[in-house]
């Protein structure tokens, strides 16, 4: 029950649109609170959630179409409410929305099922924002292999024929998943993972041919001119174009100067503010930066989008962490965006492991450790992690890192994807551990109805507790074009109840009236 200050539906005594009322569940009890809230009476909000799994279907006969309508063909205005705005801020409605898209990890020709997927997210969501979150480009794909460099360290010459090559190819695919964006108005960020560099071209370079394309917000971008970006950068100083009128709380455009990170990483970097593409500088960790989400009345920052490069391997195997500027510009982007934040990365964290429960070899869908945890046996934690996900491979992740102590504070979340064959929810000492199949059908993972995006849901009252939920291809497309998706069985046992609400649809007429004699 809500106080009528308190409550989302009293803003509909002040703005009582068609559009107010689609974002209920549904319209007529709204009506009718708001009637009674005119003539002076006093009401009470009950609402009935129904939960769902991310596995779950409808059940038959029910409605299963979405319940964001995608914008009418004649609208030509950008389906991203920020985009309209020229920054990342919350709607009327007290929402902000983030599509996650991990590891669609292709050559050149991209699978025609992970565009499709990504069309319906992205008409099921309507989402403010698309994050990409590294493997986009699979660099060991054949096509790039007179470039393919299997580790950053490698020196063997590659001829510039073939790089010229490469990068027409890379356009090629980039061009390919960001065109349902472009079509649709929807800005879009991009990290990198362990497969991109491995076509041969640096994190930089592809940082630059991304830039290229429309929506693409990593800085410096003119997709949001009013939105504020802090970048990572190696030392010197990146210039806000004067004019600039973006601003968040207590932070103001202007030029900052970067610090110098030694290779103990004992000097902080000073997060620059970017507000506008007028500097011809990039970021010095290409793939890292922070975007804050303002309020509706763009007065203050609720939350940050930190994007972070989480590295991809290291001498001796296994894979990498964070560089030390990317650890440093973590530790102070807190204070500069005077909120707190959740981060989006390719690589898991070790943490992750806090969230499964070692379990004998022989157990039901136990899946094997990785590296250090080679020798225990896991499922997921029913006491660590939300109901409805499903763990499908072990934790690919660093052997030690740093980073978790870094996120203590100022933090609230962690997005991964990696792991092609995992997805779930957990929570340790107080941060969210979310991990994200792949959404890509040239890759391994599950079987194909499985392969998802994740819609991330912030609110305004609780925006340090998102809602979330996997967007499931068999879900929201049916059966692929394909039958060869490189495919593994999904491990988990089949859940009963869901991640949290389902984001998506109304609730069924059954289901409300049932509701009523719970």
């Not at 599509?99 to 292709?106: F, G, K, S, T, V």
């Not at 061009?175 to 929807?186: D, K, S, V, W, Y």
């Not at 609720?302 to 490069?309: E, S």
């Not at 040239?442 to 995006?453: F, H, I, Q, V």
């Amino acid at each position: 029950m809500y106080g009528h200050e308190d409550c989302y539906v009293g803003r509909a005594l002040e703005r009582l649109t068609v559009t107010t009322m689609m974002l209920c569940r549904d319209s007529a009890p709204v009506v009718e609170l708001v009637e009674k809230a005119r003539s002076g009476g006093p009401f009470r909000l009950c609402v009935q959630v129904e939960g769902m799994t991310e596995t779950q279907r409808t059940p038959e006969g029910m409605s299963s179409k979405p319940r964001i309508k995608p914008a009418d063909a004649e609208d030509g205005r950008p389906v991203s409410i920020s985009a309209r705005l020229g920054r990342l801020q919350f709607h009327y409605s007290g929402k902000f929305r983030v599509l996650q898209i991990a590891d669609i990890q292709d050559g050149p020709k991209v699978s025609k099922d992970t565009i499709t997927l990504i069309e319906a997210s992205l008409d099921a969501t309507r989402p403010d924002l698309v994050i990409f979150s590294g493997n986009q480009i699979a660099g060991y794909d054949p096509a790039f292999a007179d470039s393919f460099r299997k580790r950053r360290w490698c020196d063997e010459p590659i001829a510039e024929s073939a790089l010229n090559h490469t990068r027409a190819l890379v356009r090629k695919a980039i061009g390919q998943f960001t065109e349902p964006l472009a079509a649709r108005g929807i800005p879009w960020a991009v990290t990198y993972g362990n497969h991109d560099f491995q076509c041969g071209l640096s994190n930089a370079e592809l940082d630059g041919i991304y830039r290229e394309f429309p929506g693409c917000v990593n800085p410096p971008s003119e997709t949001l001119p009013n939105q504020i970006a802090y970048t990572c950068g190696a030392g010197g100083a990146v210039q806000t174009p004067s004019g600039a009128t973006g601003s968040g709380a207590g932070v103001t455009a202007k030029a900052d100067t970067l610090g110098v990170v030694d290779d103990a990483g004992a000097d902080a970097v000073v997060p620059s503010a970017v507000s506008s593409p007028a500097s011809a500088v990039g970021s010095g960790e290409p793939g890292t930066f922070a975007l804050p989400v303002m309020d509706v009345d763009h007065t203050r920052n609720v939350l940050g989008l930190v994007i972070l490069d989480s590295g991809d391997y290291v001498h001796g195997g296994g894979f990498g962490t964070p560089s030390p500027a990317a650890l440093a510009f973590l530790n102070a982007v807190p204070d500069r965006i005077g909120a707190k934040s959740m981060v989006f990365q390719h690589m898991p964290m070790p943490e992750y492991y806090n969230v499964l429960k070692p379990v004998a070899a022989n157990a039901a869908f136990a899946m094997q450790g990785y590296r250090s945890h080679a020798d225990t046996y896991y499922v997921l934690d029913e006491l660590q992690t939300q109901p409805g996900g499903y763990l499908g491979e072990g934790i690919s992740c660093p052997d030690t890192s740093g980073e978790f102590e870094l996120l203590r504070e100022g933090y609230f979340g962690v997005v991964a994807g990696h792991d092609h064959r995992n997805g779930f929810v957990g929570e340790h000492e107080g941060l969210l551990l979310i991990a994200t199949p792949t959404c890509g059908f040239n890759t391994y993972g599950p079987a194909p109805a499985k392969r998802a995006t994740r819609l991330i849901e912030f609110d305004i009252r609780h925006p340090y507790e998102p809602r979330t939920q996997l967007l499931e291809f068999g879900e929201l497309v049916g059966k692929p074009s394909s039958k060869r998706a490189y495919t593994y069985a999904v491990n988990q046992t089949t859940p009963g109840e869901g991640e949290g609400d389902d984001l998506l649809r109304k609730p069924s007429l059954w289901s409300q009236l049932s509701g009523l004699f719970r």
